[in-house]
Nanobody, 121 residues
Framework: QLQLQESGPGLVKPSQTLSLTCTVS??????????WSWIRQPPGKGLEWMGA???????YYSPSLKSRPSISRDTSENQFTLQLSSVTPEDIAVYYC?????????????WGQGTQVTVSS
């Protein structure tokens, strides 16, 4: 059974860069067809797709986040990482990694349990 696990600091200071890693087990992030996404949910709001890296290493980002997110991967560790620069309190959310057949409103068949991120000095 494919599993995803988010890890990273739960507290980030304003203007700093948030870095979260998703470790995938019992499945490869290079398996043909799949997109590996970061999705977040601010308190009291809906899910927001942030970006994705494909099985071949191509990256896509939500235009609403401008140039702040960056997604990379380490195929030897079967991990992919989100970096979000210049964080503000508006970035407070539960952050999820997920596997999907596409991006944005695509279907996601496996999710991590989520990790809470707070932005505060």
């Amino acid at each position: 059974q494919l599993q995803l696990q988010e890890s990273g600091p739960g507290l980030v200071k304003p203007s700093q860069t948030l870095s979260l890693t998703c470790t995938v087990s019992d499945g490869s992030i290079t398996t043909y067809y799949y997109y590996w996404s970061w999705i977040r949910q601010p308190p009291g709001k809906g899910l927001e797709w942030m970006g994705a890296i494909t099985y071949s290493g191509n990256t896509y980002y939500s235009p609403s986040l401008k140039s702040r997110p960056s997604i990379s991967r380490d195929t030897s560790e079967n991990q992919f990482t989100l970096q979000l620069s210049s964080v503000t309190p508006e970035d407070i959310a539960v952050y999820y990694c997920a596997r999907g057949s596409g991006m944005g409103d695509a279907e996601y068949d496996h999710w991590g349990q989520g990790t809470q991120v707070t932005v505060s000095s």
